[in-house]
């Protein structure tokens, strides 16, 4: 592995469900094409809400992209590219810290890392790889919905089940959208039992 250049750094877009994090993923590439950088983005292969090859946001912007399971399927295809995205990061199927190893494997390269993914799962617990990787990227920003109860700033992802609070036991990984999940404030979020 050869260093590209000393531009490499890694940029974390994250929040709970409904923030706007893959419309914000899709907002910068857009302008990486308009600048003419080359790029490649990638999508876990278990999120297939909106198609298997695609980032979509729930505003209905989507871009073409690469499905993957691991973070270590990327390096192999990033010869060319300048620009390295990586949607809902927190369904790859590896450990924290093997995504972190990735991460920084990718930015030393010398590419510009863009990732976006929910930073705590329904529990109001943090996602650990959205974490770590937070802790020693060059830019965080973390993105907030609006509480469908209050109107407030919405941080946490409620996930329901019949329209309850889903119990503490149920599988941390479950992916939907508005049919499972609303955004809501500290206030109005119901902690799992």
């Known amino acids: 592995m050869t260093r590209l250049s000393s531009s490499g750094r890694i940029e974390v877009i994250c929040g709970c469900m409904y923030s706007g994090k893959t419309e914000e993923l899709i907002r910068r590439i857009r302008q990486v094409q308009i600048a003419r950088q080359p790029f490649r983005i990638f999508t876990p292969k278990l999120d297939t809400r909106y198609g298997r090859n695609q980032v979509a946001s729930h505003a209905g912007t989507w871009?073409?992209?690469?499905?993957?399971?691991?973070i270590n399927e990327i390096l192999p295809q990033v010869d060319d590219a300048q620009v390295v995205a990586i949607d809902e990061l927190h369904f790859l199927e590896d450990s924290p810290e093997t995504i972190l190893a990735g991460c920084q494997q990718l930015a030393d390269y010398g590419l510009r890392v863009l990732v976006s993914g929910l930073d705590q799962n329904y529990r109001a617990e943090p996602f650990m790889a959205l974490a770590l990787v937070s802790a020693v990227a060059e830019q965080v920003?973390?993105?907030y919905a609006i509480c469908v109860r209050c109107g407030a700033y919405g941080t946490r992802s409620q996930r329901l089940i019949d329209n309850k609070p889903a119990p503490a036991d149920a599988p941390t990984i479950v992916v939907g959208g508005l049919e499972l999940y609303e955004a809501r404030c500290r206030a109005c979020y119901e902690p799992a039992r």
Request: hydrophobic share 35%; no cysteine; proline share 9%.
């Open 63 to 70: 871009l073409e992209a690469q499905p993957i399971s691991s």
């Open 141 to 143: 920003d973390k993105l």
